[in-house]
């Protein structure tokens, strides 16, 4: 099978590297793969480096010819203020990425080892970095700024960044060609709801709003995070429980959200534990309630923002799997023109309308693609 080029798109965390290799022309995944456990005891392999080679490994043994291999595209977290287009990587962009760690310690410095054991490995390639951060570049400053003392916001860097980009841009776009429109005739707003999660306002194919901020913590509820919560909460752990920065960074990221409020993060068994009843069922039936909450108000809040709302569009794990959080999300908004169709919100699958014909803003379902949209950004550079 002759291949005009395919694009390694590559998602390096500080123990696993997900990896994809795309046909960018068709849109369709060659391979896709996890390596895991990276650096652990029992784990395949000690570092990044060997995690590479066992990635080469595997994409020749599955019958791919890696000379077709035309450019790797690598999703970084933080691109600060410096970085937000897809930006064709250089030892200056590496050495930038590397300080913006400052901002996302937990994700840029993996990024980095990602993207220097590729580029050794695939060095007669282009490299891309596409940031996570990017699509909300175009925030309108009442957004982007916390509303916190001007002298210490500038010198450390602190505003709302966002994060999830890549997939609230593709969705955006997505919708906007489900409905045969132009995304600059459209305002949507898009709910990213997987592991992370994360809303999003878009006016005219631009973001306005979303969910996330300095960091992926604030926002929405969360498989483990908590998303928003009033700072005082820290302020008071720490001089009553005598929480420190580490624990307190590890209560609200790992032991917080879904899994902190009924021990479950895993959307699916959530669902199953709330069915089954008696006092797990009903924690877990509390911590549905509050993840729809906040949900909810999400989208009340993005309505106001852009006033005229043409469509509301749901995506990842959460977002295209289950259809109860489609209609609890949005149940009791008649008045304001949002009709989900309980109907077409149980069947089809793909990217379909779910709202009733009379709703004024139309409910759809759209699967992200964060690989494709990476490997397209990256094929641009071939
Ligand atoms: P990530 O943020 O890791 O990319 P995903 O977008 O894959 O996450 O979403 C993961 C979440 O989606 C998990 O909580 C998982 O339980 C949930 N999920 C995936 N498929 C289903 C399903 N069919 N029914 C219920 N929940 C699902």
Redesign the pocket.
Known sequence: MSNPGLVLVLNSGSSSIKYQLVDPEAGTAVVSGLVEQIGEADGPVADHAAGLRLLHQRLTESGVDLVTVRAVGHRVVHGGSRFFVPTLITDAVVAEVERLAELAPLHNPANVIGIEVARADFPNVPHVAVFDTGFFHSLPPAAAHYAINHDVATEYGIRRYGFHGTSHEYVSRETAAVLGREPAELNTIVL??????SASAVRGGKAVETSMGMTPLEGLVM?TRSGDIDPGVLFHLYRTAGLGVEQLDELLNRRSG?KGLSGI???????ERRAAGGASGEAAGLAYDVYIHRLRKYVGAYLAVLGRVDAIAF????????PDVREDALAGLDGLGIIVDPQRNRSGKGARVISADASRTTVLVVP?NEELAIARAAWEFV
């Open positions: 990213h709801l997987g592991n992370g999660a498989g879904l993060n895993d959307f699916r068994e959530l669902l995506t990842a794990g959460v977002g295209e799997n289950v992200t």
